[in-house]
């Protein structure tokens, strides 16, 4: 190879490295297990993800990295996530003159849309040892509540904007693994993952039924001078403008994750163990706040004092992701058939609550510390699914699931619409020479969930939620030097 040669695959090179960023990070999703996203993989999600016990593909570093140790040669895998959601929300209670939309509020993700991509890289180096590298996204959120421009009429917006109103969480895992055949039928592994994480949210601010109520208090003086404080203030409060608060950060920590497979050749049995770690995010960022310029306090109280209550800062948050634990078995010994089932649990009693710690709080409006309770019970799921060979170069998936959310009454909102759901799905795989495409469909219907919790009326957040989503998933693999793709069965 010549110097021009080796130039050209180094341009080739850069512009697929460039590819890659900019594929991963378009990742958001909404999912059902609060900001969890389990459907990483073509393959293994044709089979519903039952995938810890198979884990013969490079998306095994996501459901069981112990899996690439019996991957020989060179592989590379690239995999897509196409998800449109539709998510709706129909208040029980709402203030006097609100224009409710006929089908209710609409969480819309935008672009309606939205790709979630990964990729794994995995070369065996010696009898015993393979390494292997995965890029992808197990955490994110995106959603958009927002029906309405800041000069609207208060009546038309989204009721419960006060919560939350744009809420948007991005969480890549960058992970080197290595793997170890302890036999010729069993392996471990264990990677350590750099964890990059970007939070976004946006809220509307001074809730004439909460807080707002106590900002006006702090007005009294100077709206009604010698008034009660506390009749003032309620006062004071439907004739605030409406704010907004804009909070964003990014955090880089360190994750791990580990798996052991083992296989049974005379029965045709495997057994998958995984674990993927909790990790707790420490986010510096920044606060920003807006209000509206029309407002009916504009003569007593012009728009630079709201400006001096609530400055532009500098903010630090922190909270957890869940940790995983998955248990797997598969058989191939019926129907020439592979059927498989697995168990998953995350741990989201870690997530209780968030808290944003304020800079400036000296005669501002702004807290010191900001705390937004949540309270997760742990979530599980779930999974079985089957493939079948439909000849030499061809195989067709199935599968169902079951996952039920971690987010209690209390907790459902804008932020966190979420519920419990059903999932079914199908896939279908093609070789072709050294690579190999796949396929999968699913179909996501949450249960229909309706709240009704005391604490949450001035919030506007109970009601009625009906969500649902179409996913589709695509994935390319490739056995690099090699003229064909093994099966990996």
Not at 44 to 70: E, Q, R, T
Not at 321 to 334: E, L
Not at 452 to 460: E, F, I, R, S, Y
Request: charged share 20%.
């Amino acid at each position: 190879m010549n110097y021009s040669d080796h130039h050209v695959c180094r341009a080739r090179l850069k512009n697929v490295l460039l590819l890659l960023i900019l594929w991963l990070v378009s990742a958001q999703f909404l999912g059902a297990s609060a900001f969890s996203i389990n459907e990483l993989g073509a393959r293994a999600m044709g089979m519903s993800g039952a995938f810890v016990a198979i884990a013969n593909d490079g998306s095994a570093i996501f459901y069981n990295p112990a899996g690439i140790a019996f991957q020989k040669g060179m592989r590379f895998e690239m995999d897509g996530l196409l998800v449109e959601g539709f998510f709706r929300f129909v208040p029980t209670d709402v203030p006097p003159g609100t224009i409710v939309p006929s089908r209710g509020f609409d969480g819309y993700i935008r672009p309606k849309v939205v790709p979630v991509a990964n990729m794994y890289f995995t070369k065996d180096i010696s009898k015993k040892w393979t390494l292997g590298f995965g890029a992808f996204a197990p955490f994110g959120l995106g959603a958009n509540w927002e029906n309405f421009h800041d000069s609207d009429p208060a009546n038309t917006k989204f009721v419960a904007r006060y919560v939350s109103s744009r809420p948007l969480m991005q969480s890549f895992w960058l992970q080197p693994t290595a793997a170890y055949r302890i036999s010729e039928n069993s392996s471990v592994a264990l990677g350590i993952a750099f964890v990059h994480t970007h939070v976004f949210l946006q809220q509307s601010i001074l809730n004439p039924l909460d807080e707002g109520r106590t900002f006006g208090e702090k007005l009294a003086d100077i709206v009604f001078p010698g008034q009660d404080t506390v009749l003032a203030g309620r006062s004071i409060a439907r004739l605030l403008p409406e704010g907004r608060s804009r909070l964003a950060g990014t955090s880089d920590d360190y994750g791990v994750a580990a798996g052991y497979l083992y296989k049974h050749p005379a029965s045709k049995t495997n057994i998958g163990l995984m674990y993927r770690s909790a990790v707790v995010h420490h986010f510096t960022g920044t606060g920003s706040f807006a209000f509206t310029k029309n407002y009916p306090l504009k003569p007593f109280v012009g728009i630079k004092e709201f400006q001096k209550r609530f400055p532009d800062q500098n903010i630090k948050m922190h909270f957890p992701t869940p940790g995983t634990y998955a248990i797997g078995i598969s058989n191939s010994a019926f129907w020439n058939s592979t059927i498989a089932f697995d168990f998953t649990v995350q741990d989201y009693r870690r997530f209780k609550d968030v808290i944003v710690n304020f800079t400036q709080t000296k005669d501002t409006g702004t807290p010191a510390e900001a705390r937004l309770t949540f309270d997760f019970r742990n979530s599980y799921a779930w999974r079985f699914g089957i493939e079948k060979p439909w000849n030499t170069n061809t195989i067709f998936r199935a599968g169902y699931f079951f996952d039920r959310t971690p987010v209690p009454d209390k907790s459902v909102g804008p932020l966190w619409p979420d519920s419990s759901r059903h999932n079914f799905t199908l896939g279908v795989s093609r070789r072709m020479g050294n690579k190999e495409f796949s396929f999968f469909y699913q179909a996501m219907q949450f249960i229909n969930r309706t709240t009704n919790v005391p604490a949450n009326v001035k919030q506007l957040t109970n009601g009625h939620y009906n969500n649902y989503a179409n996913l589709a998933g695509f994935s390319m693999r490739i056995h690099l030097g090699s003229p064909t793709i093994d099966t990996g069965r």
